[in-house]
């Protein structure tokens, strides 16, 4: 409406009257016509995911599902940030704001392809959902490459867990269970470490995988070629080093005593489609292990960076999972 009175106005008043008028009455049209088609674009985006079909997380209706907003922690969460669990290394410790010292821990890897990323940029309404429901959240940064190699990492990750289980005390949370937890790069982190755990103080109940890599060497070429995996992650082609790729791929560390896996992933991620997550599904359910698959709907790749309705309902689906798969002791919310 305001570009269609100026443009009125313009010629009303002459504005037309020579060709620099003339050109800027029909720039203003054309950026009028050109609002209305993004109005109508997300209009229509809307409508389709209202009407999906498929069995898994629905964004609820509305404009916000399709842009996130940051939240503060709510009233009832406890946030601790940059608790030093490591030398040299921090994570951020959620927690419900009054618990007893014994509590269930999530271990939570953060994204960031590997080579950057932050623990306050990812899962915040998890954390969130998980204190209110009587956990504590440990949301650890770690080692970036090209600095140090994914096994380095891994090997951090897995480090994480013994820590938790021996020294978080030390920050009032005596572990009960230890459940590993990440996206993206960090859902390959996570997942890799729960497959790989050898001693009983790595192990771990349990593994949740969001959009996730799950395939290192891309054999179904279930995603675009990224450069960033042979030069800068691996520092290696698949030719050069297939058994790093192979060691380092959770598709291929499946065994019969992996432990239990949810793996959500959304199903428009272009970064990573969706048949990554399939795949490994596929494989885990091949091997006889227990795992749950959630696809959400409509989902970009990280759509998890920041609060949105669909965010909060896929961390209700993730802390109910947990509660049914892992003994926690505290009663899950309704």
Do not use: K
Request: aromatic share 6%; glycine share 8%.
């Amino acid at each position: 409406l305001v570009h269609a009175a100026v443009v009125g106005v313009g010629w009303i008043l002459g504005g037309t009257d020579n060709l620099g008028g003339l050109i800027g009455v029909w720039l203003l049209a054309f950026s009028a016509l050109l609002l209305v088609w993004v109005m109508l674009r997300t209009i229509y985006a809307v409508w389709r995911l209202r009407h999906r079909i498929e069995g898994s997380v629905r964004p609820p209706r509305g404009l916000a599902t399709l842009v996130g907003r940051p939240v503060p922690a709510p009233d009832g969460v406890r946030e601790r940030l940059h608790v030093e669990w490591r030398e040299g290394l921090t994570a951020d410790l959620t927690t419900p704001a009054r618990h007893d010292c014994r509590l269930p821990v999530v271990v939570y890897v953060h994204g960031g392809g590997w080579t950057s990323g932050d623990p306050q940029r990812q899962a915040r309404d998890l954390y969130h959902e998980l204190a209110l429901a009587g956990w504590a959240v440990l949301a650890i940064r770690y080692p970036l490459a090209p600095h140090v190699g994914v096994e380095h990492q891994v090997e951090v990750v897995r480090a994480a867990v013994r820590w938790t289980r021996a020294d978080l005390a030390e920050h009032g949370v005596e572990a009960t269970h230890v459940v590993l937890a990440g996206g993206s790069a960090g859902a390959h982190l996570a997942s890799t470490a729960a497959l790989t755990a050898e001693h009983p103080s790595e192990r771990v109940e349990a593994c949740v995988a969001l959009y996730g890599i799950f395939d290192m060497a891309n054999r179904n070429r279930t995603r675009a070629p990224w450069g960033i995996i042979p030069n800068t992650v691996m520092q290696a082609t698949v030719a050069q080093a297939p058994n790093r790729y192979r060691d380092l791929s959770p598709l291929d560390r499946i065994t019969d005593s992996s432990p239990p896996f949810l793996v959500v992933h959304g199903t428009r991620d272009t970064l990573v489609p969706v048949g990554e997550a399939e795949q490994f599904v596929a494989a885990l359910r091949e091997a006889n292990r227990p795992v749950e698959f959630v696809p959400v709907v409509g989902a970009q790749h990280a759509f998890d960076a920041l609060s949105s309705p669909t965010t909060r309902a896929t961390a209700a689906v993730i802390r109910t999972w947990l509660h049914r798969r892992v003994a926690t002791g505290a009663a899950p919310r309704t």
